[in-house]
C-alpha cells in the first residue's frame, strides 16, 4: 500500500531564509504524480507544486523548487527567500495513476515565518 | 472569476442523523473533489465527480454517498452520522481532463457531531 511520510510536524524558519520541508513516500507504482499543497491558517489550501514521477528534473515556482529522488523514494520542498505569507500547513500528496486511483496525503508540515 | 463554494460553512449534528453539503465549482470546471480533514487520520480523498459520474472513490464506507448536478454543483451526503465523522470537509474543483488538473479548494465545511 502507498504511504506518504513528512517526519517534520512543525518547523520554522527565518524571513528570507530558506527551508527544506522533507516529504518520502512508498509505493510499487511507476505511473505517478507528487504534490505540494499549502493550507494557510484559515484560508483555502492552494497547490504549490507538482512532479511527474518520470519527469528527471525538479519542478520549479518561483521561490518553490522541489528535490525529487525517485530511487529514494523522496520528495522534499524548498522555499527560498522565506516570507511571512508562507506560514501554513504543508501537504505533500501522492497521486498513482495506474490500476486503481490512488490519492494519499501526507500528515503535514506546520511551517511559521518568524520575522 | 468567483472560488469554490461551500455551504454551509458549519454544522452541527448529533449522532444517527445524515447531513448534506454542498459544493460549487468554479465556473467551468466539471471536476468536483470532496475530502475529509480531521486532526487524527488527516486529510483522506473521499471521491471525485466529473460530468455527473463518479469517477474515483477514495476508502470510506458506504454511509458516505454523493453525486452531482449538469451545472457541475455537486453534494456530499453521510448517512448515520457518527462522532468520528467530525470534520473539515474540502472540496475543489478542476477542468478535469485529466486527473492532475490543478484542483482549487473551497472554504470548507467543518461538521461537528455530537
Known amino acids: 500500500a502507498q504511504t506518504v511520510t513528512q517526519s517534520q510536524p512543525e518547523m520554522s524558519v527565518q524571513e528570507a531564509e530558506t527551508v527544506t520541508l522533507s516529504c518520502t513516500y512508498d509505493t510499487s507504482e511507476n505511473n505517478y504524480y507528487l504534490f505540494w499543497y499549502k493550507q494557510p491558517p484559515s484560508r483555502q489550501m492552494i497547490l504549490v507544486i507538482r512532479q511527474e514521477a518520470y519527469k528527471q528534473q525538479n519542478a520549479t515556482e518561483n521561490r518553490f523548487s522541489v528535490n525529487f529522488q525517485k530511487a529514494a523514494k523522496s520528495f522534499s520542498l524548498k522555499i527560498s527567500d522565506s516570507q511571512l505569507g508562507d506560514t501554513a500547513m504543508y501537504f505533500c500528496?501522492?497521486?498513482?495513476?495506474?490500476?486503481?486511483?490512488?490519492?494519499?496525503f501526507g500528515t503535514g508540515t506546520r511551517l511559521k515565518v518568524l520575522a | 472569476k468567483a472560488g469554490v463554494t461551500q455551504t454551509p460553512r458549519y454544522l452541527i449534528k448529533t449522532r444517527g442523523q445524515q447531513v448534506t453539503l454542498s459544493c460549487s465549482p468554479i465556473?467551468?470546471?466539471?471536476?468536483v473533489s470532496w475530502y475529509q480533514q480531521t486532526p487524527g487520520q488527516g486529510l483522506q480523498f473521499l471521491f471525485e465527480?466529473?460530468?455527473?459520474?463518479?469517477?474515483n472513490k477514495g476508502n470510506f464506507p458506504g454511509r458516505f454517498s454523493g453525486r452531482q448536478f449538469s451545472n457541475s454543483r455537486s453534494e456530499m451526503n453521510v448517512s448515520t452520522l457518527e462522532l468520528g465523522d467530525s470534520a473539515l470537509y474540502l472540496c475543489a474543483s478542476s477542468y478535469g481532463t485529466t486527473l492532475t488538473d490543478t484542483q482549487y479548494f473551497g472554504p470548507g465545511t467543518r461538521l461537528t457531531v455530537l
Open positions: 500528496a501522492f497521486m498513482a495513476l495506474s490500476g486503481t486511483y490512488k490519492y494519499i
Open positions: 465556473s467551468g470546471h466539471r471536476s
Open positions: 465527480y466529473f460530468s455527473e459520474t463518479q469517477r
